[in-house]
Each structure stands twice: as structure tokens, then as C-alpha cells.
């Protein structure tokens, strides 16, 4: 049964949708100093912006390369979980 905040029944997102970059979620929006609004979408750039903002990306080339394949290899895991134990056929 589908709650009434379900994404692909509720109305307010049918409205919003065709508004938002790619019309997928999520979506972050940031006002900058100069009152300009900034939206950025999909998860990885998300991420990205996110670990850069809060100091999480590392602070050179092989920092940021040791955060990635360790965000990575939890992804692969997580598909590979995916594809042996919820799909095994």
C-alpha cells in the first residue's frame, strides 16, 4: 500500500517533477553570497559537493582517491548483495 507521501502517487511531486534537473530526486539547493540560487541533482555530484563542503573529500589527490574507493567498495557490495540475494535467478 502506497502512503500518501509515496513519490510516485503524491500530487505534490507530480507537480514539482517536471521542474527538477533530469525530473529525479534528489535535489539540493543552495542560495550563494551573491543571492543566486544553485540546484544540484543526482547522487554522486551531490555527494561529491558534500564531501568537499565539510572537509570529507580529503585534502589532496591520494586522500580523495583512499574516500572513493572506500565509498566504492561499499557500492559494489551493496550490488552485489543486490544481484546474489534479492534477484538469485
Not at 500500500?1 to 527538477?20: H, I, N, Y
Not at 555527494?47 to 570529507?56: M, P, Q, S, T
Request: hydrophobic content about 35%; aromatic content about 12%; glycine content about 4%.
Amino acid at each position: 500500500m502506497a502512503s500518501s507521501k509515496d513519490r510516485l502517487t503524491d500530487p505534490e511531486w507530480k507537480r514539482q517533477k517536471p521542474t527538477t534537473p533530469y525530473r529525479c530526486l534528489p535535489v539540493v539547493h543552495k542560495t550563494t553570497y551573491s543571492g543566486a540560487l544553485l540546484e544540484f541533482s543526482e547522487v554522486l555530484p551531490i555527494e561529491r559537493y558534500l564531501a568537499d563542503k565539510f572537509g570529507l573529500a580529503g585534502s589532496d589527490p591520494w586522500e580523495r582517491f583512499q574516500a572513493e574507493q572506500f565509498v566504492l567498495s561499499i557500492e559494489s557490495s551493496q550490488l552485489m548483495y543486490h544481484y546474489k540475494v534479492l534477484l538469485p535467478n
